[in-house]
Nanobody, 127 residues
Framework: QVQLVESGGGSVQAGGSLRLSCAAS????????MGWFRQAPGKEREFVAV????????NYADSVKGRFTISRDNAKNTVYLQMNSLKPEDTAVYFC????????????????????WGQGTQVTVSS
């Protein structure tokens, strides 16, 4: 059973930056594709970014391209989300998730492809 624990959320003014971390335990981290999703109040959970097992392929939601960067350190069993130029519309609970499908060739952007989820960390951006 894989456990994911997010950290790094908080409150920031528009234009500021935050770095989220997601620490994994209980599995072979390097075998998982890792994703970040977010959910704002009253809205559905939405894809933010994904990074494949080796870290060689990434994908981003259009709304965050050029502002957010996903990375991973397989030696530390941790995935990161660097968020720059934050906007009020980025306010949400951010979740990391792990996809254990070893045959996944394309970057999964739908929540249903992910097997494990963290508890989430709140990000609030004020104008």
């Amino acid at each position: 059973q894989v456990q994911l624990v997010e950290s790094g959320g908080g409150s920031v003014q528009a234009g500021g930056s935050l770095r989220l971390s997601c620490a994994a335990s209980g599995g072979t981290f390097s075998s998982y594709t890792m994703g970040w999703f977010r959910q704002a109040p009253g809205k559905e959970r939405e894809f933010v970014a994904v990074i494949m097992r080796s870290g060689g392929s990434t994908n981003y939601a259009d709304s965050v391209k050029g502002r957010f960067t996903i990375s991973r350190d397989n030696a530390k069993n941790t995935v990161y989300l660097q968020m720059n130029s934050l906007k009020p519309e980025d306010t949400a609970v951010y979740f990391c998730a792990a996809d254990h499908n070893p045959f996944r060739s394309a970057t999964p952007t739908r929540a249903l492809y992910y097997d494990y989820w963290g508890q989430g960390t709140q990000v609030t951006v004020s104008s």
